[in-house]
Each structure stands twice: as structure tokens, then as C-alpha cells.
């Protein structure tokens, strides 16, 4: 081995433990620790220092960096869903595998999670424009809200429960509506909520206080 390559190999193990507050990096070490939880049974014998030798470590990083650079909805869940779904970990990084997992999260997640997300997305929007953040779905960029649905930030607990959010589908050209439909598929949506009319009600009242 030569000295250049010898002291690259001395030195990754350092870098890996200095790496160890990244976001990106405590991400990846906590999908290391979810995958040995769901696969081998436990995780509770494994440290920070067996994830830096594992040889698993460079893909599970990259994983975690990829949701900070997303900023992946509930990353944990997602970590879940991949391992559930048998995702080979050289696929997790994949748009459309996160696209899968985000169209199916939003269809179970706590109507409390999504109006938090939608609140936070409102309150950045805001800050930006100069706009209340209340009409983000009423006055910004149509092509920006309609990423903001597809990135998970609006769920269709708001899309469907607000004034601004029928407002915002109804002014849609057709490209947007299928661009938007995956993630807000009606059919879907109209039988939970009538299977959750509390929650719908709650989502109603959250969002007509609010200004949505």
C-alpha cells in the first residue's frame, strides 16, 4: 500500500468521528440503529464507533445527508417505511422512491403533524414575501405551492379544509392538477374523511381561526 493511500485509509475513521454532530451523519447513524432494530432484533449493543467501521457507513450517510437535503417529511417514518418495503439501501437516495414513501405517509399521518408543517411552511413563506402567512395558498406563486404540495409541506388535511386551499385548487391549469393529484387524490381523501369526521372538523376550525 502506498504511504499517500495508507494515510487516507489511518485517517478516515478520525474523519468519521468528526463527522459525528452532522446532520446528515446522526441521521444515517440513527437508520443504522432502526435497520439492526427491525432486522437483527436490537440495536442497544450498537455504538457510534460500530457505525463509523461498518462498511455500511458511506450509505447510510448518503442516505441521511439526501433527507436533510430534501428536507424529508419525518425522516424516522421514512427510515421505517424503506426497511418495511425491503428498499435496497442503493435505492433510498431515489426521488421516486421518497415520492412513494411521501404519498403514503400523507394518507396515515396525525392531522396535528400536518397543520403543524403547513403552519411552519406559512410562517417561511411569510418571512419572505411579506405576505401574512395565512395567504400563502391565496397569493403566492401558484408553481411554488404547487411544490409545496408535492414536497409534503401543504397535505390535503389543509388543500381540502381551508377556504385558501379550495381557493388554490380551483385555479390550477390542468398540468398542476396532475402534477398535485398524487399526493391529494380525492376519492381517497373524501372516504377519510368520513370515516375521521372529527378530525375534519378539527382541521375545519384549526384553519378557519388561522385565516386559512
Known amino acids: 500500500m502506498k504511504e499517500t493511500s495508507l494515510a487516507v485509509h489511518s485517517c478516515e475513521p478520525r474523519r468519521r468521528r468528526m463527522e459525528k454532530d452532522e446532520a446528515g451523519v446522526r441521521l444515517g447513524f ?26 455500511y457507513y458511506r450509505a447510510f450517510v448518503k442516505f441521511g445527508r439526501y433527507c436533510v437535503d430534501i428536507r424529508a417529511v419525518n425522516p424516522a417514518r421514512f427510515v421505517e417505511w424503506v426497511l ?17 414513501y ?16 403547513a403552519m411552519e411552511f406559512g410562517i417561511d413563506w411569510s418571512e419572505k414575501h411579506g ?9 403566492g406563486n401558484s408553481n411554488a405551492m404547487v411544490y409545496a404540495v408535492t414536497a409534503g409541506r401543504i397535505s390535503p388535511w389543509i388543500i381540502y379544509n381551508s377556504e385558501s386551499g379550495q381557493k388554490f385548487l380551483a385555479e390550477l391549469d390542468a398540468t398542476q392538477v396532475a402534477m398535485v393529484w398524487p399526493y391529494i387524490d380525492a376519492d381517497f381523501w373524501m372516504r377519510k374523511f368520513k370515516d375521521y369526521p372529527a378530525d375534519q372538523e378539527y382541521a375545519r376550525d384549526i384553519l378557519t381561526k388561522a385565516g386559512w
Open 131 to 139: 405576505h401574512p402567512a395565512e395567504d400563502c395558498l391565496r397569493y
Open 102 to 117: 411521501l404519498t403514503d405517509y400523507l394518507r396515515v399521518e396525525n392531522v396535528n403533524d400536518a397543520l403543524a408543517r
Open 30 to 55: 440513527n437508520a443504522y440503529l432502526k435497520f439492526y432494530e427491525l432486522t437483527q432484533g436490537s440495536a442497544r449493543l450498537k455504538t457510534y464507533d460500530d457505525f463509523c467501521e461498518s462498511p
Open 84 to 100: 418495511k418495503q425491503n428498499k435496497k439501501i442503493d435505492h433510498w437516495c431515489k426521488d421516486t422512491v421518497y415520492t412513494e
